[in-house]
């Protein structure tokens, strides 16, 4: 078991950079999640720790070893890919066994792990097939037998439940989740879902655009996201955002709607509040035009804009909330339930 | 079941194959049936008369110790020729896959040889190893090996298989390529994490999954082999010296040709043809069966 450094990690690809400066620690057995929309470089990142990438500056630490240069087999690290990367050609038992025949360790202990693994995973009536004979979930979990059966000092996971369908993920998820405190083995896990992400993670590092946005645990993360990117990637659905004025401790918006706030910020901000944070009340001062209502059985989402603007608006109303289009509802919020965000850098700002 | 669908009939569909169905009658059917015909015929040395023999071509093939001992040399050259060449492509796809930076350079450079026309890649390599004024006989001097093609049987069989696999390494380097190309890349990196060093991803992972390539391919060098390189032959040896580098397509050109025995030369040409057949038999198949995974 190990803890992971990252120090001031950069990925260049010639004079474009994709990761610019990333840092982080991550302490021994914890999972972290990293998540961001596509294109964010999470992968990367994880390929760089993994050591299939090259890392052009910075240091990646694993336990008190530099491993820049290393090659990945030679970090001590396991990895689940999204496609799985199962070898085709070789037996569940060949696949999980590979890893430990190519350390040369004895026959008859490789067969006892692989025995154990397939139990934990409860793969063991599938030791003798190949993998174009097994479900899209059982070769999820033959990738992840691959991992442990090595028992090393780091798991990564590129995606590995995107290839799922919605109800095998929820259920893989809570499995890894298990697997992963159960070994107590030191974790990375990549996402671009976030309610997988707020689900598994100790910690969640939201990237974007190469930039780290915020470090935290998911309750951090959603109750004061540090910028606006955060605030709108993590909660679903996600934050409503209105343009504001403030102006001590008041804040204006729309047509002359006004929220007071213990917020001592000044001039334009971003004023965040979330659709489940919102009260129904008639005397409240944010305002909507209804547009449409969306019953999801236990909540009702209602779908508007905030009136005599275009700014877009949804409500989350707990039970069956019946809403006409046209119509215009009025809410309230908690004061401490306010984000404000300066509306230039979209850095939060905070009490 | 489905119903089948109904076309009322008409003769267009027959129009539309008809040039296809005329082109293999004209070129393929006709001329292969002639040459049937021909394999029961004896013709006299001057062409004044022929005579009906039956099978008498084909049973004195069967005991003519030149024509076999022909035959042995055609499966060595095709054994030497495909292994050569298909393990030169094998190494060099191998390489040409993990090259990122000037990979299409490369791959251009080494598709090169495969448009180069038979006879003149055998003119190539008859200059580099004339015993007289070639390069190679010159270097070889200096390691003490006495190289003449034109006297040393071995030597000769050596410069055609030589010649004939350099020109087909590029054709396999393409295929090798594009099966390697195909795997996906993170099966490689599993394995790069898993332990295993290049050279044992290739033998574990890369060569295994990429047998049907191989199988394929053994299928098309041995037809290569055996009847692609007579424009080689022609230019480099003309099936000598003393007959070393006679395969049966030569054999066929000059018994036919040269020593004007219609009826033999006939004969075996279609021994030939069979053998064509049942190598174009396996390929269908065996080999056009799909990867197993």
Redesign the interface.
């Not at chain 1, 990367?85 to 050609?89: M, Q, S």
């Not at chain 2, 990196?189 to 060093?197: N, Q």
């Given at each position: 078991m190990a803890s992971i450094t990252m120090k001031d990690l950069v990925k260049a690809y010639g004079n474009v950079e994709v990761l610019h400066h990333v840092a982080g620690e991550i302490e021994d057995g914890e999972l972290i999640v990293i998540v961001g929309p596509s294109g964010c470089g999470k992968s990367t990142l994880l390929r760089m720790i993994?050591?299939?990438e090259t890392i052009t500056s910075g240091d990646v630490k694993i336990g008190d070893k530099i491993v820049n240069d290393l090659?990945?087999?030679e970090r001590d690290?396991?990895?689940v890919?999204?496609?799985y990367?199962?070898?085709?050609?070789m037996s569940v038992r060949e696949n999980m066994a590979?890893?430990l025949k190519?350390?040369k360790i004895a026959k008859d202990e490789i067969e006892q792990r692989v025995q154990e693994a397939a139990d934990i995973l409860e793969i063991r009536e599938y030791l003798d097939r190949?993998?174009?004979q097994l479900s899209g979930g059982q070769r999820q979990r033959v990738a992840m037998g691959?991992a442990i059966v090595?028992n090393p000092q780091v798991f990564l996971f590129d995606e590995p439940l995107s290839n799922l369908d919605a109800k095998l993920r929820v259920q893989m998820r809570l499995e890894i989740r298990k697997l992963q405190q159960r070994l107590g083995v030191t974790s990375i896990y990549v996402t671009h879902d976030q309610v997988e992400a707020m689900t598994l993670g100790d910690r969640l590092m939201v990237l974007n655009g190469g930039y780290v946005e915020q470090f935290g645990t998911p309750i951090e993360l959603y109750n004061r996201p540090a910028t606006l990117f955060v605030a709108g990637f993590i909660g679903s659905p996600s934050m409503n955002f209105l343009p504001a004025t403030a102006d001590s401790g008041i804040l204006k918006f729309g047509k002359a709607a006004s929220i007071p706030s213990a917020n001592h910020a000044a001039g334009a901000v971003t004023l965040g509040i979330r659709p489940e944070h919102l009260v129904h009340d008639d005397a409240g001062p944010i305002k909507i035009t209804v547009q449409m209502s969306e019953h999801l059985g236990a909540n009702t989402l209602i779908h508007g804009v905030l009136e005599g603007t275009d700014t877009d608006f949804v409500a989350s109303m707990l039970g069956h909330v019946t809403a006409d289009p046209g119509s215009t509802m009025s809410f309230s919020a908690l004061t401490e339930n306010l984000h404000i965000f300066d509306a230039a850098s979209g850095k939060r700002i905070e009490g | 079941m489905l119903k089948r669908v109904h076309f009322p009939t008409s003769l267009l569909p027959y129009l539309l194959v008809a040039p296809q169905v005329i082109i293999t009658l004209i070129f393929f059917i006709w001329p292969a049936s002639q040459a049937v015909y021909q394999s029961f015929l004896i013709e006299d040395a001057f062409g004044m008369s022929t005579e009906f023999v039956w099978f008498e071509n084909f049973t004195y093939l069967a005991t003519d110790e030149q024509y076999l001992g022909s035959f042995g040399r055609t499966i060595f050259f095709s054994v030497c020729v495909a292994f050569l060449s298909m393990s030169a492509a094998l190494i060099l796809a191998g390489f040409a896959d993990r090259i990122v930076r000037g990979a299409t350079t490369y791959r251009t450079l080494l598709i090169w040889p495969y448009a180069v026309a038979p006879v003149l890649a055998g003119a190539l390599w008859v200059f580099m190893f004339n015993p007289t004024l070639g390069i190679f006989p010159y270097i070889l001097e200096f390691i003490g090996v006495d190289w003449n093609h034109y006297l040393n049987g071995n030597q000769a069989m050596a410069l055609v298989i030589f010649a004939a696999a350099w020109k087909q390494i590029a054709y396999n380097f393409l295929f090798y390529l594009a099966a390697m190309q195909s795997i996906?890349r993170?099966?490689i990196?599993?394995?790069?994490?898993?332990?295993?060093?290049p050279v044992?991803r290739f033998w574990?992972?890369i060569f295994?999954?990429i047998s049907p390539t191989t199988f394929f391919l053994l299928v098309i060098n041995a037809v290569y082999a055996f009847f692609d390189t007579f424009g080689i032959i022609h230019a480099v040896t003309q099936g000598g010296p003393a007959n070393a580098t006679t395969i049966l397509v030569y054999k066929v050109y000059n018994d036919g040709f040269v020593g004007l025995d219609l009826g033999g030369s006939a004969a075996q040409s279609v021994i030939l043809m069979f053998l064509v057949i049942a190598m174009t038999v396996v390929q269908f198949r065996y080999v056009e069966r799909k990867v197993?995974?």
């Open positions: 993994a050591g299939l090659e990945p087999a690290i396991a990895m890919f999204q496609n990367a199962l070898y085709p050609h590979y890893g190519i350390r190949k993998p174009r691959r090595r | 996906p993170s099966l990196e599993a394995a790069a994490i898993d332990g295993a060093g044992r574990d992972h295994p999954l197993e995974y």
